[in-house]
């Protein structure tokens, strides 16, 4: 009989040590999402966010297929690198829950933490890929990309000159190779260009 209960004891504790084996296995194989990151739950994919004052910004270009939302020149290696560019109907609807379109109030804000002056766009833009010399110090981790944008016959331009967003009152603020300024213009609504999306950090008592 203790010849039976060692047998036993030793089977049951092989059965519990492959049960964790498995257990930690399938654990490593979630999705991590770290704290300066979102999954967007709609496709899988994520994105880094910063925090400026009171805002959450997504500091990727968004990504996410929509209708009316194309790859820089059609090449889906550009909506990797990139980001989509979408039409302002499609910028709308597009950032994941619980995120916006961002208004002009939140540029501003943006804006006034880069430095409020003409050399803003220095602290915003990425450290990389501007033509001419023109990079930025990323400074607040933004990592404006020089993305481009459509023009409404189907025609793209600026890759590595330009960079645009979307604001809710159909602004597009802008920056490029030829200055460092971070301002806001009006463009056909047709237009494709970028998305980043924001959310208001809820005060807690």
Same mark, same amino acid.
């Given at each position: ?24 296995? =399938?654990?490593? &194989? ?5 704290? *300066? %990151? ?5 496709? !899988?994919?994520? @994105? ?16 996410? =297929?929509?209708? &009316? ?5 059609? *090449? %889906? ?5 990139? !980001?989509?560019? @979408? ?119």
């Amino acid at each position: 009989m203790h010849f039976h209960f060692i047998f036993f004891l030793c089977l049951s504790l092989v059965f519990s040590f492959s049960f964790s084996a498995q257990k930690s296995a =399938k654990k490593s &194989s979630l999705k991590k999402v770290r704290k *300066d %990151e979102i999954l967007d739950v709609r496709d !899988g994919q994520k @994105y880094r966010t910063i925090t400026v004052g009171n805002l959450i910004w997504t500091a990727d270009n968004l990504n996410y =297929k929509t209708d &009316s939302s194309f790859c820089y020149q059609d *090449d %889906e290696d550009n909506c990797m690198a990139y !980001g989509r560019l @979408y039409t302002k109907a499609a910028a709308e609807k597009a950032c994941p829950a619980e995120f916006h379109l961002p208004t002009d109030q939140n540029f501003e804000s943006l804006w006034t933490k880069a430095g409020a002056d003409f050399n803003a766009a220095y602290l915003l833009k990425s450290a990389y890929g501007w033509s001419g010399e023109t990079n930025g110090n990323d400074t607040l981790k933004f990592s404006a990309m020089p993305a481009g944008n459509r023009f409404d016959d189907g025609t793209y331009g600026n890759l590595s000159k330009a960079t645009f967003f979307w604001s809710q009152e159909s602004h597009v603020w802008y920056t490029s190779s030829k200055s460092m300024g971070f301002n806001y213009t009006e463009k056909p609504e047709s237009f494709g260009f970028s998305v980043r999306c924001v959310r208001e950090i809820s005060s807690k008592k």
